[in-house]
């Protein structure tokens, strides 16, 4: 398993591709390539048959880049890191942090290719990925990226315990910039193994830990709350923000931030227009909107519009 830290502050559990099922991903792409390079050449040559020779050789040799090195890196960056080969293969590329890649690592990538696949014969990015630790060619080294396999056996990835319902979004303004990709490492290997650890071993672990990461935010774990409740609020806050970055908040207009979501969770602060009901002080308040008294009386009967407040009894 690759031990590489990714944007969302865990380890990344695909395996890093090595040299057979690139190799195989390689030969995929090329036949294609090479099959649309043959079958555009011999339509040029047929449309082009008029021209000189130095008009013919310039189209031949824009055909040969246009194919062999722009159309890979025109698949990469918009299937974000999936060619044909790769697809076929269970292969990815992603950056060095774990995210998609972009227009300007598939042409490195390209643009190197180009000299230690086609111009080699692939020789040299066979010794390359060889001689790597994570099976990268030089296009991987200068581009800074990874292939990855994406097809990986079940169950295989470990489970992080969700921290408790008191902090959840308790630290969802806290600057998480400052710490190090090692740090996130060690803490979540920590979640994943700590029921498999001494008790005492675990505790001062922990609280290693827990020091380590109050002291690259400057936020200390809440008075009360365990290293280990305080880890697993922090990591689940780092997972939370990267997954509001890609995904979005999943609703039209929602921001996503914490104060929406704690304002809705503790239940504080009443709708604007709405008045509390009359009642006993003992008893729990419920809020009626206030433009519903004010409906058309050929609204009368229909059902108002849910607001999330309950109506009176």
Request: net charge neutral; hydrophobic share 45%.
């Amino acid at each position: 398993m690759s031990e590489h830290v990714t944007g969302e502050a865990v380890a990344l559990e695909l395996r890093a591709a090595k040299l057979p099922s690139r190799g195989l991903a390689i030969l995929i792409d090329l036949t294609v390539a090479i099959g649309a390079y043959i079958a555009l050449s011999i339509g040029l040559i047929a449309a082009t048959a008029s021209l000189d020779d130095a008009a013919g050789a310039a189209i031949a040799v824009a055909t040969f880049l246009l194919v062999l090195v722009g159309m890979p890196i025109a698949v990469e960056t918009l299937s974000h890191g999936r060619s044909l080969g790769k697809l076929a293969c269970g292969l990815r590329v992603v950056r060095d942090d774990g995210g998609p890649i972009r227009f300007r690592h598939a042409l490195v990538r390209g643009a190197m290719g180009m000299i230690e696949i086609l111009g080699t014969f692939g020789v040299v990015a066979c010794v390359a990925s060889l001689v790597s630790a994570r099976g990268r060619r030089l296009g991987d080294v200068f581009a800074g990226t990874l292939v990855i396999r994406e097809r990986v056996p079940a169950g295989r990835t470990p489970y992080i315990p969700p921290p408790p319902p008191w902090l959840a979004g308790r630290f969802s303004g806290l600057d998480l910039s400052g710490v190090p990709d090692g740090l996130w490492l060690a803490i979540r290997q920590y979640l994943t193994r700590m029921g498999q650890l001494d008790p005492q071993v675990g505790s001062a672990m922990a609280e290693r830990l827990a020091g380590d990461l109050a002291a690259c935010t400057g936020a200390p774990a809440p008075e009360g709350a365990p290293p280990t409740a305080y880890l697993a609020a922090v990591v689940h806050e780092r997972q939370a923000r990267d997954a509001r970055r890609v995904f979005g908040s999943g609703r039209p207009g929602d921001s996503g931030g914490a104060e929406g979501s704690g304002a809705a969770r503790t239940g504080q602060g009443t709708a604007a227009g709405a008045v509390p009901d009359s009642g006993p002080a003992d008893a729990p308040v419920s809020v009626r909107p206030a433009a519903e008294s004010a409906l058309p009386a050929a609204d009368a009967g229909r059902t108002p519009p849910t607001t999330g407040f309950a109506p009176p009894a």
